[in-house]
């Protein structure tokens, strides 16, 4: 009491420090705390503003692959028409016993592939009594409508044309006395006629060659084949490596069998695609002559292993967030350690295991270099492993490091659709880890 009075306080009364000050009363750290705290929330802040950045300009440049014209059935036909020259200008004189050139010649070509072909009769020269059509390039067409025609017949179809191929048309008057000259028409091309819906039913993905095509189910499935198979590679050795580490290793060596273990998921994925190409694939060919240069297996073999590291660590993180209180309990029960670690530790960790299967897959479906390399770019809808394939992030690889990604046309407006897709795809798996983590979680005391 004497104290309280003597320090004029009132008795009874402790001081506390202010909510918010450090308990040193130190200005200069406090005001260092504030200046951290807005430097993370800025970094925070740039960091959402440019994922949400990133996904926008994916899904705009998407929108406008399903949206634009190549895409839509906006434009189901084209024309193309040519006008001959004056008489005086063209090479047979209106005199020339040979018929004069025809004097309009006009294309159209629609995209149920037929090219339909209109003239008029030569205004000078030699009466015609037939009239010769020809086309350039003419393999597949079928001419049968338009070979041999009379002098009544100014028009004729063509028929089996390419779609999105370019073509030349040119028509000659022909009498007795000779062949008129031919009226040609500048290159026109057969139009596509591909819907949305078409990314989705088709069965083929061809964005160079015509006709084009653009159903991703060859680039999906060789995607999945390829996950599917480097997580069978992934799953046992990552659990098992897992399990060692978390219940036989002695902790000196778990402190140096782990980290030598994720040094794997530091080596570059280039360096894995070059050992997939000139090293797993030669083996592979020692076993079967059906193994081909380039084939999925290789390529799954090795990014399995790629995705070793990750699926171990986590899956090892989580038995070891298992209470030692559970182990103790089995092996009071005289559970052996292999028991203790199957029947006890697995079960108790199992959303943190699936979770890192979850997340491995999402980083199988998501590798790029690897496919690329070693999987081939064959884009042709397979099951089979042995062969070439294509995956979404080899094609949008292989299509960005060539000469046909020219903003605005189709080929590189599919690069965003695929990325859309692509992104689709890890999204759901990432929620589906989320949810399997929050629903199979096992809260311990």
């Known amino acids: 009491m004497l104290f309280d009075k003597i320090i004029g306080d009132k008795p009874g009364v402790i001081k506390t420090p ?37 996904v926008s300009v994916l899904l705009f440049e998407g929108v406008r692959f399903f949206t634009a014209d190549f895409y839509q059935e906006k ?9 001959a020259p004056s008489p005086s200008d063209a090479t047979v ?13 006009s294309v ?11 003239w008029e009769e030569p205004a000078y020269g030699q009466p015609p009594t037939a009239y010769d059509v020809s086309i350039l390039p003419s393999l597949g067409l079928d001419l049968t409508d338009c070979s041999n025609l009379p002098d009544e017949r100014t028009s004729c179809v063509i028929s089996n044309a390419g779609l999105g191929r370019s073509y030349r048309v040119s028509v000659a008057a022909v009498s007795g006395a000779g062949k008129g000259v031919a009226l040609e028409t500048e290159s026109f091309q057969v139009p596509e006629e591909v819907v949305w819906y078409r990314y989705l039913t088709d069965t083929k993905w061809r964005t160079l060659l015509v006709p084009r095509s653009y159903g991703i189910w060859p680039l999906l499935v060789g ?20 399990i060692f580490l978390s219940e036989y290793a002695h902790p000196r060596l778990r402190a140096i069998t782990k980290p030598i273990l994720e040094v794997l998921a530091g080596i570059p994925t280039v360096v894995y695609g070059f050992f997939a190409l000139f090293f797993i694939t030669p083996l592979l060919r020692t076993i079967s002559d059906d193994v081909g240069i380039f084939n999925a297996l290789s390529a799954a073999i090795v990014m399995g292993v790629m995705i070793v590291p990750m699926v171990s660590s986590l899956s090892e993180d989580a038995m070891r967030a298992v209470p030692i209180s559970l182990r103790e309990g089995a092996y009071a029960l005289g559970a052996t350690k292999l028991e203790v670690a ?25 590798e790029t270099m690897i496919v690329f390399i070693a999987a081939g770019q064959n884009e042709k809808l397979t099951f089979n492993p042995l062969e070439p394939v294509n995956t979404m992030t080899g094609f949008m690889a292989s299509t960005n490091f060539s000469d046909n990604a020219i903003p605005g046309t189709a080929q590189f407006q599919a690069l965003f659709a695929v990325g859309i897709t692509l992104f689709v795809i890890t999204l759901l798996m990432n929620m589906l880890s989320q949810f399997l983590v929050s629903r199979f979680r096992e809260v311990y005391e």
């Open 342 to 366: 199957i029947k006890v530790v697995v079960p108790a960790a199992l959303s943190g295991i699936v979770a890192a299967f979850i997340l491995g897959m999402s980083r199988a479906v998501g």
């Open 223 to 242: 995607t999945m084949m390829i996950a599917v198979l480097a997580m069978l590679v992934a799953v046992p050795l990552g659990l098992l490596s897992a």
């Open 108 to 118: 159209r070509s629609t995209s149920d592939a037929l090219i339909h072909v209109a």
């Open 93 to 105: 004189a209106p005199d020339s016993l040979a018929p004069g050139m025809i004097p309009v010649l």
């Open 18 to 54: 202010a909510a918010g000050k450090p308990l040193t009363g130190s200005g200069n750290k406090y005001l260092l705390e504030r200046l951290v705290k807005w430097v993370l929330f800025l970094l925070a802040t740039v960091s959402v503003l440019t994922t949400v950045g990133i």
């Open 75 to 83: 434009r189901s036909e084209l024309t193309a028409t040519s006008e």
